[in-house]
Each structure stands twice: as C-alpha cells, then as structure tokens.
C-alpha cells in the first residue's frame, strides 16, 4: 500500500491485498483473495475533515468441489448395502458454501467529522457492503447499508456528553 500527499489537504492512498489460503479438507482446495482498497482524505478546512475509501474485493480459487465429505458418509464405508430405498444426497452440486465459494465485494465508506467549537465534534458516517456469490442455490446476494452520526462535547476534562445514532439495512438473498 502508499499514500501520497497532493498539497496541505489531501492525500489520496492505494492499496493492494493478495491472500492465498490451501485447505485438505473444503470445498475449494485452494481460495485467493485479491483486493483493491482507494482512499482520500481531505482536511481543507481546519473545522472539517472528510474521509472517502472504496475497497474491490474479487474471491476465487481453485475448481469447487461441491462434496469434499462424501468419504465421511454411510455410504462410503466399505460393505455399505444399498436397498431399494433412495439415499437422501446431503448436498447438491448447483449449491455454494458462501465462505469459500467465488464471490465478489465492493465497499464504500464516507466520513466527516465537524468540529463546530474547539471542545465539540460530529461525526457521520455512510456505507455500503455490496456481495455477489456465485451461486445458483444457497447465498446469492447479501447487500448492507448503513449510517451513524454522534455529537460529542467535552467542556471540562471531567465532563464529557454524547450521544449516537445508527442504523444498519441489510439484504440477502437466497
């Protein structure tokens, strides 16, 4: 990652992410994560001071192998009799486990923070959680989107007042 400074107000920063995780056990043998996160800051003026990031996240790996237990099963154990009767499948192929399944994220995140009097300040915050799964059954989608905003006063070293609000929104769908 960098930042780099443009004048006395802003910097503007980058900043890139590779993870590369191997399991013997799961789904995807082999699960990468590459990310992207952009950020700026602004302090223009002395009173306010603004925050901006966006993070890209692409989650994707190896050929997803939608029973990695089935050696753990009945059925898999030596001498298993079949009968007559259907054995019930404890998963299907068209379904993706949601943490390692391929996935695709983007996040944004504003923040400003006031300073109206020297003792006092607001700050209010917006964001945004946007996740495509691919998947056909199971997690498709799960989106958030929220906000907070609180004022703090301090007039005193012994006396402090605050008060917050936030509310969070999130959608999934399956």
Do not use: C
């Amino acid at each position: 990652g960098s930042d780099y400074r443009i004048g006395l107000a802003n910097t503007l920063g980058a900043t890139f992410t590779h993870t590369e995780v191997k399991r013997t056990n799961r789904e995807m043998e082999t699960v990468k994560t590459d990310s992207v996160k952009l950020t700026w800051a602004n302090r223009a003026l002395e009173w306010l001071g603004f925050r901006a990031n966006y993070q890209y996240l692409d989650l994707s790996g190896s050929v997803y192998n939608y029973d990695p237990y089935e050696f753990t099963f009945s059925a898999a154990l030596p001498g298993f009799v079949h009968n007559d009767e259907v054995i019930v499948p404890h998963t299907v192929e068209a379904l993706r486990k949601y943490d390692v399944g391929t996935r695709k994220e983007q996040k944004f995140t504003l923040i400003a923070t006031v300073m109206p009097h020297p003792d006092m300040s607001i700050n209010a915050t917006v964001r945004g959680d946007f996740n495509d799964y691919d998947a056909e059954l199971g997690r498709q989608k799960y989106d958030t989107f929220g906000f907070s905003l609180s004022w703090d006063w301090q007039p005193s070293t012994q006396t402090n007042l605050s008060t917050f609000v936030a509310m969070d929104r999130s959608r999934r769908d399956i």
